[in-house]
Protein backbone atom coordinates (compact mmCIF):
# COMPACT_ATOMS: atom_id res chain seq x y z
CA UNK A 1 0.00 0.00 0.00
CA UNK A 2 1.25 3.57 -0.83
CA UNK A 3 2.28 5.59 2.03
CA UNK A 4 3.53 8.91 2.42
CA UNK A 5 4.69 10.23 5.42
CA UNK A 6 5.44 14.23 6.36
CA UNK A 7 8.04 15.06 8.94
CA UNK A 8 10.24 18.12 10.10
CA UNK A 9 7.50 20.77 10.81
CA UNK A 10 7.48 22.86 13.78
CA UNK A 11 7.71 26.15 14.80
CA UNK A 12 10.34 28.80 13.99
CA UNK A 13 10.68 32.53 13.90
CA UNK A 14 10.21 34.83 10.73
CA UNK A 15 13.12 34.59 8.74
CA UNK A 16 14.12 30.98 10.23
CA UNK A 17 14.64 27.52 8.30
CA UNK A 18 13.06 24.15 8.00
CA UNK A 19 13.42 21.25 6.42
CA UNK A 20 10.48 19.42 5.99
CA UNK A 21 10.70 15.30 4.45
CA UNK A 22 8.45 13.26 2.71
CA UNK A 23 9.04 9.40 3.21
CA UNK A 24 7.83 6.89 1.40
CA UNK A 25 6.84 3.79 1.81
CA UNK A 26 5.14 0.27 -0.01
CA UNK A 27 6.39 2.00 -3.61
CA UNK A 28 9.42 3.29 -4.97
CA UNK A 29 9.69 7.13 -4.91
CA UNK A 30 11.36 7.11 -7.70
CA UNK A 31 8.45 6.57 -9.90
CA UNK A 32 6.52 8.72 -8.91
CA UNK A 33 6.62 12.95 -9.14
CA UNK A 34 6.10 14.45 -6.22
CA UNK A 35 4.18 17.43 -4.71
CA UNK A 36 4.43 19.82 -1.67
CA UNK A 37 1.25 21.62 -1.03
CA UNK A 38 -0.33 23.66 1.81
CA UNK A 39 -3.42 24.40 3.26
CA UNK A 40 -4.50 26.66 6.25
CA UNK A 41 -8.23 26.45 8.00
CA UNK A 42 -10.95 28.20 5.66
CA UNK A 43 -8.50 27.88 2.48
CA UNK A 44 -8.09 25.74 -0.42
CA UNK A 45 -4.89 23.57 -0.38
CA UNK A 46 -2.36 25.39 -2.96
CA UNK A 47 0.63 24.15 -4.26
CA UNK A 48 3.71 24.83 -3.32
CA UNK A 49 6.39 22.79 -5.70
CA UNK A 50 6.98 19.60 -7.11
CA UNK A 51 10.03 17.47 -8.35
CA UNK A 52 9.11 15.83 -11.94
CA UNK A 53 9.55 11.79 -11.95
CA UNK A 54 13.17 12.30 -13.73
CA UNK A 55 14.27 15.07 -11.35
CA UNK A 56 14.63 16.99 -14.52
CA UNK A 57 12.21 19.37 -13.43
CA UNK A 58 11.31 21.43 -10.64
CA UNK A 59 8.52 24.18 -10.35
CA UNK A 60 7.77 26.53 -7.48
CA UNK A 61 4.59 28.99 -6.36
CA UNK A 62 5.56 32.67 -7.15
CA UNK A 63 5.33 33.06 -3.40
CA UNK A 64 8.36 30.47 -2.61
CA UNK A 65 10.89 30.97 -5.49
CA UNK A 66 13.74 31.65 -4.09
CA UNK A 67 13.27 30.31 -0.81
CA UNK A 68 12.05 26.68 -0.86
CA UNK A 69 14.12 24.09 -2.68
CA UNK A 70 12.61 21.07 -3.88
CA UNK A 71 14.79 17.40 -3.96
CA UNK A 72 14.57 14.20 -3.90
CA UNK A 73 16.90 11.12 -2.78
CA UNK A 74 15.63 8.32 -4.41
CA UNK A 75 18.21 5.89 -2.62
CA UNK A 76 16.32 6.88 0.89
CA UNK A 77 12.94 6.92 -0.94
CA UNK A 78 12.34 10.65 0.60
CA UNK A 79 12.32 14.13 -0.93
CA UNK A 80 12.85 17.29 0.56
CA UNK A 81 11.61 20.67 1.15
CA UNK A 82 13.99 23.15 2.14
CA UNK A 83 11.97 26.55 3.21
CA UNK A 84 14.54 29.46 4.17
CA UNK A 85 13.64 33.10 4.78
CA UNK A 86 10.21 31.51 6.55
CA UNK A 87 7.75 34.35 7.04
CA UNK A 88 4.39 34.45 8.47
CA UNK A 89 2.15 33.73 5.71
CA UNK A 90 4.00 30.40 5.02
CA UNK A 91 1.94 29.18 8.28
CA UNK A 92 0.41 26.14 7.16
CA UNK A 93 0.04 22.70 6.79
CA UNK A 94 2.20 21.03 4.76
CA UNK A 95 1.39 17.96 2.24
CA UNK A 96 3.36 16.01 0.58
CA UNK A 97 1.25 13.70 -2.63
CA UNK A 98 2.62 11.57 -5.30
CA UNK A 99 1.64 11.12 -8.95
CA UNK A 100 3.07 8.92 -11.59
CA UNK A 101 2.81 10.57 -14.44
CA UNK A 102 4.74 13.66 -14.46
CA UNK A 103 7.67 12.11 -15.70
CA UNK A 104 9.99 15.35 -17.43
CA UNK A 105 7.99 18.28 -16.25
CA UNK A 106 5.76 18.73 -13.20
CA UNK A 107 2.76 21.12 -12.14
CA UNK A 108 1.82 21.36 -8.56
CA UNK A 109 -1.98 21.28 -9.19
CA UNK A 110 -3.76 19.68 -6.72
CA UNK A 111 -5.90 17.70 -8.56
CA UNK A 112 -3.13 15.79 -10.85
CA UNK A 113 -1.94 14.30 -7.14
CA UNK A 114 -3.83 10.78 -6.08
CA UNK A 115 -1.93 9.49 -3.27
CA UNK A 116 -1.74 12.31 -0.17
CA UNK A 117 0.32 11.92 3.64
CA UNK A 118 -0.69 13.11 6.71
CA UNK A 119 0.55 16.67 6.97
CA UNK A 120 2.75 18.06 9.37
CA UNK A 121 1.95 21.74 11.07
CA UNK A 122 4.65 24.62 10.37
CA UNK A 123 4.21 27.77 12.19
CA UNK A 124 6.08 30.93 11.83
CA UNK A 125 5.86 33.16 14.74
CA UNK A 126 7.63 35.56 16.68
Known sequence: QLQLVESGGGLVQPGGSLRLSCAASGFTMGDYAIGWFRQVPGKEREGVSCISTSGFSTNYADSVKGRFTISRDNAKNTVYLQMNGLKPEDTAVYYCAADPNQYYY??????????????TQVTVSS
Open 106 to 119: CSAYVFTFDSWGQG
